[in-house]
């Protein structure tokens, strides 16, 4: 058989059908493996017509839409051909999704008609937005995608109107069926005739009022994909004449790989071969600390072998002797990069803080003050624990790359092929797969670059994946975070001054230092600084970078993921030094029309928020805003004698503005709530002698289901102007919300995460 | 070595160590990627498969203990998606990502199998070795219960 013939023509995609199947990801007959591969995504079906870049019809109506942002689970497979299909008003139940194709993407510009109707730059990319990230999905590429629907059914309209000599005004267009008077036609009929239309001004989009299909829980598109083994993640990818690798890098973060006994198993079965990366070996990017191109995702230094299959690579990598140096970060823990962040913290006249905020005069009313309240808050370093570990698959010759992995980031992907393969950019295809969770970690595409490394050494198809051990070690962790705060209140118990403090190891200074404003990182700050909820007469913010070795990364919700809770925890340490209700307290703080009183105000009522209850009971509430969106959380949890916690229910109040999908938007609030919840109970990531600890789900604990609270979502939506993202924003307030339910219940307040380091007995 | 295996009612031979995880097996040797590797120690459930109808962790199960046995794997359960549970979970919409969906919908059919209308707690005993980084337990309890109702007809 032809492997090149099979890589040139056919590729693995993912892809999702609402008529189910039909373009399915693929299934793999036994003994087969090679056969079951799907079409280019980007081609046409038979006799189907590409309108624009986004979509194609078939003649019997099935509309391709292909979607630009990464499946992995928020569920852009549907609303994103939903935005696409509100405009074109076609059959829903005959579209399907598959990704748009990031090596077109990359070699074209943005098509003209986008521009005409200002939905576009012109020197915008074909796709405009391909990474995913930022809980951006529906609000950053909403406008295009209707432009998109919109101006190709205006092009279907005004083909029926030529073929009919009408007038396209006389033209509607609904369920894939074109009408004027008693001629009807199908858009599969007029969709080769749209193509070649030109317009002489673009359709105006949708406003909210009018929209049909957006608002509606339509079933997901990838759901059947899901329930049967068919849907294709990286890990799952085979190719012809495929081999497999397995690496260890060094677990200290730059140390280096001093030597390996390769002699040692090369007899063993399947063994193929064993390659030295970073530093020595192959890959074109060694990692180093002190630079940052090469520490953002250079080839860590470490071995890969490689064999006939996974299993006969992973054991013959864990049997073969290996010497390691630290690269002198042998003697770092996690205690001491906190011990050393909190002596800034403890040190407010450090030179290294920089200014955020400076109202009034907070430092001189608070030291004059005798009513004051003070508090240290630590959050720890944490890893995104991906349910698949990380893995790419590469196939890379002379002159084409081909590489399969599931990523945040398609364009990110290309380039560092590009870069490790020397190729033009034209040469290499990236394919993206279902991702099975990404959180932040699959945007950096430090995986690829080892894959593509391996596979340009190699020259035949060669699948990598990390064992769960190597996918922990090679975290890039959530930094830890410290805060001091204090505050002043006059003599009605109002606090008058506010003063914070915050040291952290910055992902900005890691990975984009130009991305800093006068030393400023405003994703470490978030919440924090601009965006505070509260008022106070007096306030200062004050922020100072302390970073390691360690490499760091957006997860989800990012800065917001910590923020609120040494926030929200303070604020309710207020509200007790005040002698107020928690609820009470934090709306008496904000400003008649603050956009944060009616998701707190939806939530206390659905939660029939009460500070009346038993000892070992009690509520505590969480509020914070990300990504455009706010959402306030109230959990009810109750302690035992013993010191056990339950957490029962937690109630979910969000204001993301719109909906056009009220069951994402549910989902997405249950899944951030057990992500911050598994993190607020149990996340913590320990550094011991350079490297991480916590190296499988044996000590790297998660939620499960006998743990599970009831969670109820409670649409709080203001509408208007606001498109908010919903994938993040219900992380951050769990927290404190459990937390400071957890000082109701026992009066035990607490500062550092996560909740399980604590007796609460 | 040469071993031979029954899965999904079909006969295969493997050359393998007889000590290889069923896992790894299932998915390199005979390309049934359904079954999901997350940990390799039986600490997360993503591999979930049955062996002679019990649940069994593939990543923990050396291929030599499926000789003569028949093993079934997330591609059997139906041939069309058509397992009450299957059909629970499309109604409830229950996968996000989808990664550990094979894994939790294999344990849901060992204890379905046990306990065909199960409560709440037998829930919890029965779907606790599973993980999802989506966090879509609750889902997954409703869909159970809901599978239970379908399976009764
Ligand atoms: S992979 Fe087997 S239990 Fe996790
Ligand atoms: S659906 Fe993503 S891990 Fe369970």
Redesign the pocket.
């Known amino acids: 058989m032809s492997t090149m013939k099979l890589n040139r023509r056919k590729f693995i995609v993912a892809s999702a059908s609402a008529a189910g199947g039909l373009m399915l990801a693929f299934r793999i007959p036994a003994g087969a493996r090679a056969d079951a591969m799907m079409e280019e995504p980007w081609m046409a079906g038979e006799g189907g017509q590409e309108v624009n870049a986004w979509l194609v019809i078939d003649p019997d109506d099935t509309v391709t839409i292909r979607v630009g942002q990464s499946e992995m689970g928020e569920g852009v497979f549907t609303a994103m051909p939903m935005l696409v299909a509100e405009e074109l008003q076609c059959d829903w139940s005959k579209v399907r999704a598959v990704y748009a194709d990031v090596n077109r993407h990359v070699q074209s510009t943005v098509e003209p008609y986008m521009v005409a109707a200002g939905a576009a730059k012109e020197t915008d990319q074909l796709y405009q937005r391909m990474a995913t990230g930022g809980s951006g999905a529906v609000r950053r590429s909403r406008k295009y995608l209707h432009q998109a629907g919109a101006s190709a059914r205006e092009r279907l309209k005004q083909a029926a109107a030529n073929a009919w000599g009408v007038e396209r005004s006389a033209v509607t267009a609904a369920d894939s069926v074109l009408r004027a008077g008693n001629k009807s036609g199908t858009y599969g009929e007029f969709a080769a005739a749209a193509a070649t239309i030109e317009l002489e001004s673009e359709p105006a989009i949708k406003t909210p009022d009018q929209f049909t299909l957006l608002g509606k829980s339509v079933p997901r598109l990838d759901t059947p994909h899901k329930t049967d083994g068919s849907a294709v993640y990286g890990i799952d990818v085979q190719l012809p004449d495929m081999v497999h690798a397995a690496v260890e890098v060094s677990p200290v973060p730059g140390g280096r790989l001093v030597s390996f006994d390769f002699d040692a198993v090369k007899d063993r079965p399947g063994v193929i071969t064993a390659f030295r990366l970073g530093e020595g070996g192959i890959g074109k990017l060694p990692y180093r600390l002190d630079e940052v191109a090469n520490r953002t995702n250079g080839l860590l230094s470490g071995v890969a072998v490689v064999a006939d299959t996974y299993y006969r690579a992973l054991t013959a990598l864990q049997l073969m002797p290996k010497e390691w140096d630290a690269g002198g970060h042998g003697d770092v823990s996690d205690e001491s990069i906190i011990a050393g962040a909190l002596e800034v913290l403890g040190n407010p006249d450090d030179a290294t803080y920089n200014p955020a905020v400076s109202e009034g005069d907070a430092r001189g009313v608070i030291g004059a003050s005798a009513d004051k309240v003070e508090a240290t808050y630590v959050t720890p370093y944490l890893d995104h624990a991906c349910m698949e570990p990380m893995n790419c698959t590469a196939h890379v010759t002379a002159d084409r790359a081909d590489i399969w992995v599931g990523t945040q980031n398609p364009p990110g992907a290309h380039d560092v092929v590009v870069e490790e393969t020397g190729l033009a950019p034209e040469q290499v295809h990236v394919h993206n797969t279902f991702l099975g969770t990404g959180f932040g970690r699959r945007f950096r595409s430090d995986e690829v670059r080892q894959a593509a490394a391996i596979g340009a050494a190699l020259g035949r198809p060669v699948k990598m994946v990390w064992s769960?051990e190597e996918n922990q070690r090679q975290g890039k962790l959530r930094p830890y975070s410290v805060y001091h705060f204090a505050a002043s209140l006059d003599a009605d118990k109002k606090p008058e001054a506010y003063w914070n403090r915050v040291v952290s190891h910055s992902i900005f200074n890691h990975l984009i230092p130009q991305f800093l404003k006068d030393g400023l990182d405003n994703q470490a700050m978030e919440g924090l600084d601009q965006r505070l909820p509260y008022r106070f007469p007096n306030r200062q913010v004050d922020y100072a970078i302390r970073d390691s070795h360690i490499p760091v990364q957006w997860w989800r919700s990012v800065g917001a993921s910590q923020n609120a809770f040494a926030l929200e925890s303070f604020i309710d340490e207020l509200a007790h030094a005040a002698g107020a209700d928690p609820v009470e307290f934090r709306l008496g703080l904000m400003p008649e029309g603050s956009e944060f009183r009616r998701p707190l105000e939806v939530v206390a009522k659905e939660a029939g928020w009460t500070t009346d209850l038993r000892r070992g009971e009690g509520m505590g509430v969480g509020l914070a805003e990300a990504f455009g969106t706010i959402v306030a959380q109230v959990a009810y949890v109750t302690v035992s004698r013993r010191g056990q916690l339950r957490v029962e229910t937690i109630d979910c109040a969000v204001d993301c503005g719109h909906v056009i999908h009220p069951r994402l938007v549910e989902m997405q609030m249950e899944s951030s709530i057990v992500y911050g919840l598994t993190a607020a109970l149990y996340g913590e990531v320990h550094i011991r002698n350079g490297a991480v600890v916590e190296d499988n789900?044996d000590s790297y604990l998660m939620l499960r289901m006998n743990e599970m609270p009831e969670i109820r979502t409670h649409m709080a939506l203001s509408g208007g102007e606001k498109w908010g993202g919903v994938g993040e924003p219900a992380v951050p307030p769990v927290a404190p919300a459990v937390t400071n339910a957890i000082f109701a219940a026992t009066g035990k307040r607490i500062r550092r995460l996560p909740i399980r380091s604590h007796d609460l007995a | 070595m040469s071993l031979t295996l029954t899965i999904n009612g079909t006969s295969h031979t493997v050359d393998v160590e007889p000590e290889t995880p069923l896992?790894w097996v299932l998915r390199d040797n005979i390309g049934l990627t359904g079954t999901?590797?997350?940990?390799?120690?039986?600490?997360?459930?993503?591999?979930?498969v049955h062996i002679d109808g019990r649940k069994a962790?593939?990543?923990?199960t050396k291929v030599s203990a499926a000789v003569g046995k028949e093993v079934t794997t997330i591609e059997g359960l139906s041939d069309d998606n058509s397992h009450p549970l299957q059909v629970a979970w499309i109604e409830e919409d229950v996968p996000q990502c989808g990664y550990c969906q094979s894994?939790q919908i294999m344990a849901a059919a060992a204890l379905l199998e046990a306990r065909p209308d199960p409560s709440d707690l037998d829930i919890d005993a029965g779907m606790s070795?599973n993980?999802c980084r989506c966090g879509t337990y609750a889902r997954i309890r409703k869909a159970i219960h809901r599978a239970a109702e379908i399976a009764q007809g």
């Open positions: 769960r789900f | 896992l999901k590797y997350g940990c390799g120690i039986s600490k997360c459930g993503a591999c979930t962790f593939s990543c923990s894994g070795d993980i």
